[in-house]
C-alpha cells in the first residue's frame, strides 16, 4: 500500500514549518526534508523518524518498525500526530543531526562532433 497525499498533507499542517518542510514522491511513499535534510519517511501511512539521539532522547518509547522491507528499524511517530508542538519539537532536532546532503554531480555535457562537409 502506498501512502496518500491526503497524509503528507496532514502530517505537514501538524509539522507546521511552512516551506521549510518539502517532500518527494518515491515509489509510492513520501520522503521528507527540513532544509532539504532528509528527516522522515511516510509509509504505509505511517511517519517514519530519521533515528537519531533526538528520538531517544524526545521520545524514547515510540515503537519501532521497518519503514519497508529491508530496511532497519525507526521510530514510527504516528502518536505524536495529535501534538504538533512535539512532533516540530523532534523534527527540528532531526533536522539539526542530520548531515547536509551531498551535492549531485553533473554529469559532463557531450559536445557533438561537426558535420564534415
Known amino acids: 500500500m502506498s501512502t496518500d497525499r491526503d497524509f ?8 507546521g514549518l511552512g516551506s521549510r518542510l ?7 511513499e513520501y520522503a521528507l526534508y527540513v532544509d532539504g535534510k532528509v528527516v ?13 539521539a533526538a528520538a531517544t532522547g524526545l521520545a524514547p518509547p515510540l515503537p519501532q518498525r521497518p519503514p519497508y522491507p529491508g530496511a532497519k528499524d525507526y521510530p514510527v511517530a504516528d502518536e505524536l500526530l495529535d501534538d504538533s508542538e512535539a512532533l516540530r519539537r523532534l523534527i527540528l532536532q ?24
Open 94 to 117: 532531526t533536522a539539526e543531526l542530520m548531515p547536509l546532503p551531498k551535492p549531485r554531480k553533473v554529469a559532463a555535457r557531450r559536445t557533438p562532433r561537426s558535420a564534415k562537409p
Open 40 to 52: 522522515a519517511f511516510a509509509c504505509d501511512n505511517s511517519l517514519f523518524v530519521k533515528p537519531s
Open 8 to 15: 503528507i498533507d496532514y502530517v505537514a499542517e501538524q509539522i
Open 22 to 28: 518539502s517532500h518527494r514522491k518515491m515509489f509510492g
